[in-house]
């Protein structure tokens, strides 16, 4: 089942690279991530009761990678429909011709199959090359459009986070030539599960030193600051459905691999690890609410919304509260993508990214401007929506384990974030536009695509389902496995 | 076996230092070369081939020296000269720090990262403080490297010694091949290395479209 999982991207990549319009390379990507998304919930079904081991041991799913899994399928699959929204134009000017959509469709492919094969591993070697993997395929798939500005982001993006991921390797490297020093064999040595059961007997030194490459390495693929200049540009200049993908579920794949570096390093000297994250969760917050204040490109205020909400996530590991951090994870790419999508809507039809020349939104395009105010002020934690509810459950667990002035710090950031988003949200949905009204080609985006995200933020809010609860909780188990 | 080993890493490190001080670009990416035929020999002399060992290791060692050795001194040479030709330029004219300068810092670095490797508490009891030591200058030198040089060769050159100086660390510490991880951290060096070419040339040859939204500050 876990190479079914990869196998389908592949297959989809070869089919996507062969398909010779440009609507049959679309149907192949909506048909191809519909399909990857039923084998991984199939496989994931069976990976919350008990982790499923694949290939001898190499590939790994549980609780914690299975949830991952479902996020990046189900946020894949949806941009697949919208990306479809999205190129509509395009294919009607013939600026999006069947070559630039097979070179979409593989990257497209390759960039999901990249992310499985980082969540299913269960060699840490072959999660490094996955991750790297998807810097390579995301980069080429952000410079699609073949503008300076865009190549130039590309480009940036794939050398800052090469070189960081460089470094995450050092990590790993460290930390599986400690695990062979207390006595783990030369074969499983690169196999989370030894390194995981190896861990009380690590000495404390090494992993932590391994920790701080991989903090470093890998939070700089999360945009966390001060690590994070790479990302606003990525995801502003990237084709929106590219961008909903970026934000919504890359950024939570490698704080994955960070967290999977929790339950090794913490039986060392509980804390310690968690403490090290603190810092660089209220940064990444302090750091995005300044940037949102002057903001004006749409999708760059998104971004720096993403480099927010993984601070928050990695306030929320650092807490120790896992649980809700993966709760924060899921709204956060729910979120994101709706409000991605919406803002690509709107963008397209006033032809600009500039805030200051959307206006009177919601009359322009009612689902996209509807949409994009109701993600917007969902995603700086308004209530009811979910995304209040996980910031609220973060802030109460670091209360409760005595973080009180990362707390603080998270409110005033929080706080800046949200007058000034807000003040945005309001002046693009109402103030009447002073020019003439736009005129831009846009398909604006389906119903279904707004309702069903905005559902989901809504429900989640109010109601907890028992099944998601027991989820999170075995998800969170596993990160939190060596805490007494 | 050290004795080779310890000439080995003085080569790495005078390539390191040799390509960090010099602006013409084909130099540095036959440094690189060298480099990688240097990276291709040093497991072979850090883990050591003898009587006693198994067939399937000098396998895997020889896989892996062969794999590097393709990729590192033949491919991506070759991948980088064929960007150099189309980009049309040689030389590295603006670092953002001059050359001169940079060879002071490099020193620095060096001695940092000597200091740095034998107070670091590394797992491997034994590894020599000489090859972690070289492994962190080269390291550091080719952070410095990448963040210094304007050139888009020149910091695809910076990655590399990156790359080289992962190999240094990774074997000196785990003295034992592991194909998934070697043959995987190959492979992807050299596709980043195509897809940076790629972009390389891209971006010299990109239409200025749409410009992006300016800041608030740059208000006419």
New interface residues.
């Given amino acids: 089942m876990l190479v079914l999982m990869l196998a389908i991207p592949a297959g989809c990549a070869i089919l996507a690279g062969l398909a010779r319009r440009e609507r049959t390379v679309l149907a192949v990507c909506v048909l191809g991530s519909l399909a990857a998304a039923a084998a991984t919930v199939a496989a994931a079904a069976r990976a919350f009761g008990r982790p499923v081991l694949a290939l001898g041991g190499?590939l790994l799913l549980d609780a914690l990678s299975a949830y991952h899994a479902l996020l990046v399928v189900g946020v894949f699959a949806l941009s697949s429909v919208y990306a479809c929204f999205y190129f509509a134009p395009a294919i009607a000017s013939g600026s999006f011709d069947g070559r630039k959509a097979r070179r979409f469709g593989v990257l497209w492919f390759l960039f999901l199959g990249s992310m499985l094969v980082t969540l299913v591993s269960n060699?840490v070697?072959?999660m490094?090359?996955g991750m790297?993997?998807t810097?390579?395929a995301s980069?080429?798939l952000v410079?699609l459009?073949?503008?300076?500005?865009?190549?130039?982001a590309?480009?940036t993006y794939?050398?800052m986070c090469?070189?960081a991921i460089?470094l995450a390797?050092?990590g790993i490297?460290?930390?599986?030539?400690?695990a062979?020093?207390v006595g783990g064999d030369?074969a499983s040595i690169?196999l989370w599960t030894t390194l995981e059961g190896l861990a009380p007997e690590l000495?404390p030194?090494?992993v932590?030193?391994a920790f701080l490459f991989a903090v470093v390495g890998y939070g700089t693929k999360a945009g966390l600051a001060p690590m994070h200049s790479w990302l606003p540009?990525a995801h502003?200049?990237a084709p929106t459905p590219v961008s909903a993908v970026l934000s919504g579920v890359l950024l939570n794949c490698a704080l994955y691999c960070l967290s999977r570096f929790l339950p090794i390093v913490e039986p060392s000297g509980p804390g310690w690890a968690t403490g090290v994250l603190v810092p660089f969760g209220v940064l990444s917050m302090a750091v995005a609410a300044a940037f949102i204040v002057?903001e004006?490109?749409v999708k760059?205020l998104l971004a720096f919304h993403s480099v927010e909400h993984m601070g928050i996530i990695t306030l929320g590991l650092g807490f120790g509260a896992s649980a809700a951090a993966l709760f924060h994870t899921l709204n956060h790419s729910v979120c994101k993508m709706l409000t991605f999508f919406c803002a690509g809507a709107l963008a397209q039809r006033y032809g600009?990214?500039?805030m200051s020349r959307m206006r009177g939104t919601l009359r322009a395009l009612p689902i996209a401007g509807g949409g994009f105010f109701a993600g917007l002020v969902a995603l700086i934690g308004v209530p009811p929506f979910s995304v209040f509810m996980s910031e609220l459950w973060i802030a109460k667990v670091g209360i409760e384990r005595g973080h009180v002035a990362a707390v603080v710090a998270f409110f005033a950031a929080a706080a800046v974030v949200f007058v000034a988003a807000f003040r945005h949200a309001v002046e693009m949905t109402w103030t009447d536009p002073s020019s003439k009204p736009p005129v831009g080609p846009s398909r604006g985006v389906g119903l279904a695509l707004v309702a069903a995200p905005l559902a989901v933020l809504v429900v989640l809010g109010l109601w907890m389902p028992p099944a998601l609860g027991h989820v999170l909780d075995s998800a969170a188990s596993v990160i939190e496995s060596a805490r007494p | 076996m050290t004795e080779y080993a310890n000439a080995l890493l003085v080569v790495l490190l005078a390539l390191d230092l040799y390509m960090v001080s010099t602006s013409r670009l084909d130099a540095c990416i036959r440094a690189s070369a060298l480099q990688g035929i240097v990276l291709a020999a040093l497991p072979f002399v850090l883990v050591g081939v003898g009587a006693g060992s198994s067939a399937s290791d000098v396998l895997h060692l020889g896989a892996i020296a062969a794999g590097t050795l393709l990729v590192k001194s033949v491919f991506i040479p070759w991948l980088l000269f064929r960007a150099l030709r189309d980009l049309g330029s040689t030389r590295e004219f603006e670092p953002f720090v001059s050359l001169h300068l940079s060879q002071l810092v490099n020193g620095a670095l060096c001695g940092a990262a000597f200091w740095i490797a034998a107070v670091l508490p590394w797992p491997t009891a034994g590894a020599s403080t000489m090859a972690l030591g070289v492994g962190l200058a080269t390291l550091f030198i080719g952070v410095y490297m990448t963040v210094n040089r304007r050139k888009t060769v020149s910091q695809v050159l910076g990655f590399l010694v990156i790359e080289s100086a992962l190999l240094v660390i990774g074997w000196t510490l785990l003295r034992q091949p592991s194909l998934i991880l070697e043959i995987g951290a190959l492979l992807d060096v050299l596709v980043a290395v195509m897809v940076m070419g790629i972009l390389a040339t891209r971006l010299e040859a990109a239409s200025d479209g749409e410009q992006p939204v300016r800041e608030v500050g740059d208000e006419p």
């Fill in positions: 190499q060699n070697g072959l490094w090359v790297e993997a810097t390579i980069a080429l410079c459009d073949r503008e300076r500005p865009a190549v130039r590309a480009w794939l050398l090469s070189v460089a390797l050092l490297v460290v930390t599986c030539a400690e062979r020093g030369d690169f000495r030194g090494p932590r030193l540009d502003g200049q002057h004006r490109d760059r600009t990214h500039d």
